[in-house]
């Protein structure tokens, strides 16, 4: 089946303590983003990435990271969790660069940061 | 900057009712593209349409139908007789030419009530 995972789907952690959140799609989509939403704002893009080892800052991209050393996985990284990062993360594919394309979108990941 | 605004943050209509989501974009792209999302209480986003900025025809698919005017930079989203299974926050989306720009507005919630 034609996918975006997203792992952990839950995740409770303390401020300061660093954590990854791990992203996959399993359909060759040279492209993929990070969102988070928070209410009232809809999602804001964080990071993105074109291809492998390609990745480029959205919206939000502060106290992030991504990498993208494989075209399947782009893992986004939390090095110091501060509380205003608790939110609902979802992670996207499409098949290419273009504007065009859709995005599908992995089931979220809901964080929270103590 | 790209920006989509979504002026209706809830709505309540009863069940067979007809009800429009309102979508305001702005861009400076020529070439841009337009999307709705839809994302239920279970949390997925779940794609609905996608139109070109070349693209003013209306589109009807069922009971849902959009409106697309460049005129107003509006591309508006109607469901007629409206049921239950509707009731979910709607997102409003937008895209250059190039995926890196993808704008979500910040959703209406709509509740259908039986």
């Known amino acids: 089946e034609a996918q975006v995972t997203q792992n952990p789907r839950y995740l409770i952690t303390v401020t300061g303590k660093k954590l990854t959140v791990t992203c996959s799609q399993n359909m060759n989509h040279e492209y993929m983003s990070w969102y988070r939403q928070d209410p009232g704002l809809g999602l804001r893009q964080i990071y993105y990435?074109?291809?492998?080892?390609?990745?480029d800052k959205g919206d939000v991209p502060e106290g992030y990271k991504v990498s993208r050393k494989e075209k399947r996985n782009f893992p986004l990284i939390l090095e110091s969790p501060s509380p205003n990062q608790t939110s609902l993360y979802f992670c996207?594919?499409?098949?290419?660069?273009?504007?065009?394309?859709?995005?599908?979108f992995g089931p979220g990941t809901r964080l929270t940061v103590t | 900057a790209q920006k989509v605004t979504q002026a209706q943050t809830e709505i309540s209509v009863v069940e067979k009712e007809d009800v429009t989501l309102d979508c305001v974009y702005e861009?400076?792209?020529?070439?841009?593209?337009l999307f709705w999302y839809k994302q239920p209480p279970s949390g997925e986003l779940v794609f609905l349409i996608r139109r070109n900025s070349f693209d003013e025809q209306n589109e009807i698919s069922g009971r849902y139908s959009w409106n697309f005017q460049k005129s107003t930079s509006s591309f508006n989203f109607t469901i007629t007789a409206s049921q239950v299974v509707d009731s979910a926050v709607y997102f409003c989306?937008?895209?250059?030419?190039?995926?890196?720009?993808?704008?979500f507005g910040p959703g209406t919630r709509l509740s259908v009530l039986p």
């Open positions: 990435s074109m291809n492998v080892e390609v990745t």
């Open positions: 989306a937008l895209s250059g030419n190039y995926g890196q720009n993808f704008v």
């Open positions: 861009t400076r792209d020529t070439t841009y593209y």
């Open positions: 996207a594919s499409s098949p290419s660069r273009q504007g065009s394309d859709e995005q599908y």
